[in-house]
């Protein structure tokens, strides 16, 4: 059976921002306070505007809008921006530090049109057509379906309200859903350019023993389907549990799943612990542990042939080849020498499917002492970071 510690860091790979949150019994507050335009966004003194968009597949989204920088002055042709956050966070993520220092705010205040979208599942996008979060089918979906339905029902919305192509910015999994939308082909008519913080496309490196935590969680995985929206109550109790196994110190869990992040204050990280853990489906997080355990980037994988026939007329998982994104994508990648979850060695892998980018269209970028949420948090994030992302914009 598992030790600790693999099921530690194979529950790192998903998040312990929960347990820090389960630990601490906070739970997140948006809707207590009246959605994040209200608490995260007015508060700062920007206009902020709530929007819904509905999916193809029923789900509604809400997305937040910030149209004009803390001078209120609209100017004629802004261009909008669409902000895409990670694994079991929404878009408080980009909101956690002061105006300066966050990116919506700054992008705000440079003059861009901000939009910030909230995957399926998490407080803000808990609406559906015909199903309702207590209902099983409701979780019945992994990141095929975020990149499917989620990212095109955002970008065509946005699109649709300002007549203009989208520059993106993802972190974390919010790269991984655009990468295989760009891997089709998809989404392009609509992108001005992308911008990929501590992106994840192979997670077939992750560490040795995130491939046997990984192996730990499929086998336990199609206990916890059942329920179906994760984090659940299972998992906290496994988390309780490993949290008072000797020489495991909970109390800095963010750093031990996250990465020894360099540069975060201990109000970001407050203001993190407020707003996170938000809900994902548990067909996500086994997908994902999927990809860890396969070292590929495909498909849900239903286990028997038979099944995936239903699903893909194919026995195994159709492939996102990240080789067939076009080559003249402007794209600007960020990754860090810290972050345990874009690993080195895999976003080396993802860079030799993008040898052949045009060298004009692709700006890589790596700090050596980031970790995971410095992309999103850090104090020094607007210069290190931000900066050059601007630049970039400002080049597409
Ligand atoms: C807003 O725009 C007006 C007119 O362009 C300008 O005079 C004013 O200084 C601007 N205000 C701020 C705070 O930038
Ligand atoms: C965008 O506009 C088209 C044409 O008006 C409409 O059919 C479509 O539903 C809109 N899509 C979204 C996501 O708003």
Redesign the pocket.
């Known amino acids: 059976m598992a030790n600790p510690l693999s099921t530690l860091l194979l529950v790192a790979l998903l998040s312990l921002s929960a347990a820090a949150a389960t630990r601490t019994k906070l739970q997140p507050t948006n809707n207590v306070d009246g959605g994040i335009c209200k608490s995260l966004v007015e508060t700062q003194g920007y206009a902020c505007e709530e929007h819904k968009v509905t999916t193809a597949d029923g789900y509604v989204l809400g997305l937040q809008r910030i149209p004009a920088g ?4 609209e100017t004629a042709a802004k261009l909008p921006v669409l902000l895409q956050h990670g694994l079991l966070m929404d878009a408080s993520a980009w909101l956690l530090n002061e105006p300066d220092k966050a990116l919506a705010f700054i992008l705000a205040d440079e003059g861009f049109d901000v939009w910030l979208a909230n995957a399926r599942g998490t407080e803000s996008s808990r609406g559906h057509t015909s199903l309702s979060p207590n209902d099983p089918a409701y979780w019945d979906w992994s990141w095929d379906e975020l990149t499917a339905y989620d990212l095109p029902a955002a970008f065509q919305y946005v699109n649709n309200q300002t007549g203009q192509k989208l520059h993106y910015v993802g972190h974390s999994l919010g790269t991984l859903t655009a990468l295989a939308a760009f891997s089709q082909e998809k989404l392009l008519n609509l992108l001005r350019s992308a911008a990929l913080l501590s992106p994840i496309a192979y997670l077939g490196q992750i560490s040795p023993f995130g491939r046997t935590a990984a192996d730990i969680f499929l086998a336990q995985g199609l206990a916890l389907l059942r329920s179906q929206a994760f984090p659940n109550e299972q998992v906290n109790r496994l988390l309780d549990f490993i949290c008072t196994r000797p020489g495991i110190d909970c109390s800095n869990f963010l750093s031990v799943t996250t990465g020894p992040n360099c540069c975060l204050s201990s109000s970001s990280t407050d203001a993190l612990f407020k707003h996170t853990p938000q809900t994902t489906s548990t067909k996500n997080a086994l997908h994902l542990f999927q990809m860890v355990r396969k070292g590929t980037i495909e498909m849900y994988d239903y286990g028997l042939p038979i099944t995936n026939i239903k699903h893909y007329r194919q026995p195994t998982p159709p492939v996102y080849n990240m080789a067939n994104i076009p080559k003249d994508v402007p794209l600007f990648l960020s990754y860090g020498g810290r972050d345990p979850l874009s690993n080195v060695f895999d976003v080396n892998l993802l860079l030799d499917n993008l040898k052949d980018h045009y060298m004009d269209k692709l700006v890589v970028q790596f700090r050596e002492d980031y970790a995971h949420m410095d992309f999103i948090m850090a104090m020094n994030a607007n210069q290190v970071v931000y900066d050059p992302l601007l630049s970039f914009f400002r080049l597409h």
């Open positions: 803390r001078s209120g002055n």
